[in-house]
T-cell receptor, first 114, second 112 residues
């Protein structure tokens, strides 16, 4: 089975721009979660999608948004980029049903905002 | 929402010694507690997990304990080896993974 795939792996943007990151989950997984990872802050929960519906959202401003498509692929968008948005963005997939346990992570998209 | 606190943030041990990492959680509805290991430049990977109906779980050199009353759980690594050096994250979830929250991580260094 192919793992979780994230694109692009690296990108550089300037303040004020917007960015779209993509995540393809493991085949058959219907849940995709997004996390922001920064040094010292661990993995901060952004949002989770299941069957095209956002089930939960973390404490991030409205500039961070996401969506999920019918094939379970997900995208997240950050608008009006700020320097503090520089981070590794990780997505993780799981079957999404109750008691399914493990999250499977992608390798991440490293965003640098200049 | 759930809030997970993790201590210590850094831990250095001598090879062969034991390492213990502790986490607390706030939401009594949480019932699934995984631990992830992230090696430098790699993705986090599950190493062990425990559900709320179990107090302890072991897998070779690693074990996790859970105290539901006190809302805390711990990771124990015995006979540490240099390859155990990594960042370890604890997490808590309500079971369907729509809200898995992670601790801030512990950077473990095992000195040969």
């Amino acid at each position: 089975k192919a793992g979780v795939t994230q694109t692009p792996r690296y990108l550089i943007k300037t303040r004020g721009q917007q960015v779209t990151l993509s995540c393809s989950p493991i085949s058959g997984h219907r849940s995709v979660s997004w996390y922001q990872q920064t040094p010292g802050q661990g993995l901060q929960f952004l949002f989770e999608y299941f069957s095209e519906t956002q089930r939960n959202k973390g404490n991030f401003p409205g500039r961070f948004s996401g969506r999920q498509f019918s094939n379970s692929r997900s995208e997240m968008n950050v608008s009006t980029l700020e320097l503090g948005d520089s981070a590794l963005y990780l997505c993780a997939s799981s079957p999404g049903l109750y008691n399914t346990g493990e999250l499977f992570f992608g390798e991440g998209s490293r965003l640098t905002v200049l | 929402g759930e809030n997970v606190e993790q201590h210590p943030s850094t831990l250095s041990v001598q090879e062969g010694d034991s390492a213990v990492i502790k986490c607390t959680y706030s939401d009594s509805a949480s019932n699934y507690f995984p631990w992830y290991k992230q090696e430098l430049g790699k993705r986090p990977q599950l190493i062990i997990d425990i559900r709320s109906n179990v107090g302890e779980k072991k897998d070779q050199r690693i074990a996790v304990t859970l105290n539901k009353t006190a809302k805390h759980f711990s990771l124990h690594i015995t006979e540490t080896q240099p390859e155990d050096s990594a960042v370890y994250f604890c997490a808590a979830s309500n079971g369907n993974n729509n809200d898995m929250r992670f601790g801030a991580g512990t950077r473990l260094t095992v000195k040969p």
